[in-house]
């Protein structure tokens, strides 16, 4: 189980990362794609956070038994 709540885990970070990145990106570029997307980008942030959160959480359980 904790081997698979740390893959999971390096999933869920790296989407953070992907998702973040994209935000950012857009955020620089402004636009059309900021208008319609900068704010959905951003939420599905916070979103992706707290499941990598989480999961964290979850995994401190799995290892402290």
Request: hydrophobic letters at 65%; zero cysteines.
């Amino acid at each position: 189980m904790s081997t698979f709540l740390t893959i999971l885990l390096g999933i869920s970070l790296a989407a953070v990362v992907v998702v973040l990145m994209l935000g950012i990106s857009a955020m620089g570029k402004g636009g059309e794609f900021n208008r319609k997307y900068g704010n959905v980008l951003m939420r599905w942030r916070i979103v992706l956070q707290l499941v990598a959160v989480i999961i964290m959480v979850m995994l401190f359980f799995v290892n402290k038994g």
